[in-house]
């Protein structure tokens, strides 16, 4: 079946940077992207971007331009999310998830399935 | 950016009762958006896509409408696995964003 299977939780240091795996399992990795979303504790979720496996195109949210680089490994079949500058509204759950692609449309489609999610907690 | 509303913020219901969650985009979105289903400690779980199309493997009782602006989630007998935050999520255009969320509660 489907999995994403992200890596274990984080504790950072505010100005530290962070890089989040998450391993997908059960089929072919490069046919579709992988988005990062993230949920800060007791709020909604945010969308961070996203990487098409196919060729690496990426976009991201502007509020994180300049902090985020999210890559995909097809020889491991594994994205990897690294947020730089951490700062203590930074702490959430970060989640991936594999994303569908809609033929002809530059944007890509909705996210399923997701990772388990990946604690990032920033604190002095 | 395209604004996602969602109402009501939270709803009380019953085992058994329909119960509707209205997402409103500030611009037109056509029937680009999905609707999640989230519970606590979990990720979430994806239930619609393009507005109305249900993923296979969720209960029929689960049906999504809409375009345009304005779209639902309607849940025709709520039972008790159905206790969640739903959250909707356009992908219309860059960046991609979701509601708010709606909370389902036990009245």
């Known amino acids: 079946q489907v999995q994403l299977v992200q890596s274990a939780a984080e504790v950072k240091k505010p100005g530290a940077s962070v890089k989040v795996s998450c391993k997908a399992s059960?089929?072919?990795?490069?046919?579709?992207?992988i988005t990062w979303v993230r949920q800060a504790p007791g709020q909604g979720l945010e969308w961070m971007g996203w990487?098409?496996?196919?060729?690496?195109?990426?976009n991201y949210a502007q509020k994180l331009q300049g902090r985020v680089t999210m890559t995909a490994d097809t020889s491991t079949s594994t994205a990897y999310m690294e947020l730089r500058s951490l700062r203590s509204d930074d702490t959430a759950v970060y989640y991936c998830?594999?994303?569908?692609?809609?033929?002809?449309?530059?944007?890509?489609?909705?996210?399923?399935?997701w990772g388990q999610g990946t604690l990032v907690t920033v604190s002095s | 950016d395209i604004q996602m509303t969602q109402s009501p913020s939270t709803l009380s219901a019953s085992v058994g009762d329909s119960v509707t969650i209205t997402c409103r985009a500030s611009?037109?979105?056509?029937?680009?958006l999905a609707w999640y289903q989230q519970k606590p400690g979990k990720a979430p779980k994806l239930l619609i896509y393009?507005?109305?199309s249900l993923e296979s493997g969720v209960p029929s009782r689960f049906s999504g409408s809409g375009s345009g602006t304005e779209f639902t989630l309607t849940i025709s007998s709520l039972q008790p696995d159905d206790f969640a935050t739903y959250y909707c999520?356009?992908?219309?255009?860059?960046?991609?964003?979701f509601g708010g969320g709606t909370k389902v509660e036990i009245k």
């Open positions: 393009k507005a109305s």
């Open positions: 999520q356009q992908y219309n255009s860059y960046p991609l964003t």
């Open positions: 990487i098409s496996a196919y060729n690496g195109d990426t």
């Open positions: 611009q037109s979105i056509s029937s680009w």
């Open positions: 059960g089929y072919t990795f490069s046919t579709y992207g």
């Open positions: 998830a594999r994303v569908y692609r809609i033929a002809a449309r530059p944007v890509p489609g909705w996210f399923d399935p």
